[in-house]
């Protein structure tokens, strides 16, 4: 027998789980519902469409990203080296554990579905500015935002190729090369230091 209740925050990790293992367009309300414990019609009472839902999910992984990965970009009592170290750690085990929501929905529904494009622009711009803020203490801005697209770009293809090849050593050799770049930048800052 369906619960009578649930919680949002349980549809939305449903939600999110279905949403990363189906796509957007092959999961159904149907699904979400059965996987909630509730009846079809039931999921209505919480959010008026599959697209509002879809849009709570999108935040509720921003949200998270927000107060456990981009939040690490900020925290001085580490160094430039360690919050990089850590932010990507924490990324790496959500993204690979779960699935890249931004980027699979991003890609599938970037034309079909504005309102989710703005609001996956909106995660990739924090993203990008978390990463340029650590990349700012070790060299200029423009250099620091150019290597934050690149950091993040290459992220992004090494979750996909993680994911289709079922093998970790790209994020392995993404996150090697992106501290290999890192200490580069420190020691060259340092040898003009000296």
Not at 79 to 92: G, I, L, N, W
Request: overall charge positive.
């Amino acid at each position: 027998m369906p619960k009578q209740k649930v919680s949002v925050e349980e549809i939305l990790k449903h939600s999110l789980k279905l949403f990363r293992q189906k796509s957007y367009h092959n999961t159904s309300i149907a699904d979400i519902a059965s996987a909630c414990g509730l009846l079809k019609g039931s999921l209505y009472h919480y959010f008026p469409s599959k697209e509002a839902l879809m849009s709570a999910v999108i935040k509720y992984a921003h949200d998270f990203f927000q107060k456990e990965v981009f939040s690490i970009a900020y925290d001085k009592t580490l160094s430039p080296q360690q919050r990089m170290e850590k932010m990507f750690k924490k990324s790496e085990k959500a993204l690979i554990s779960d699935g890249n929501i931004m980027g699979n929905i991003g890609v599938e529904t970037a034309r079909a579905i504005p309102e989710f494009a703005e609001h996956i622009r909106d995660f990739y711009k924090e993203w990008l500015t978390a990463v340029e803020t650590v990349f700012m203490e070790i060299t200029n801005a423009d250099d620091a935002k150019k290597l934050a697209e690149q950091t993040v770009a290459e992220f992004e293809g090494a979750v996909m190729m993680t994911r289709i090849f079922k093998d970790t050593k790209y994020i392995k050799n993404a996150y090697e090369r992106l501290m290999n770049r890192f200490a580069a930048f420190t020691l060259a800052d340092l040898k003009q230091n000296h």
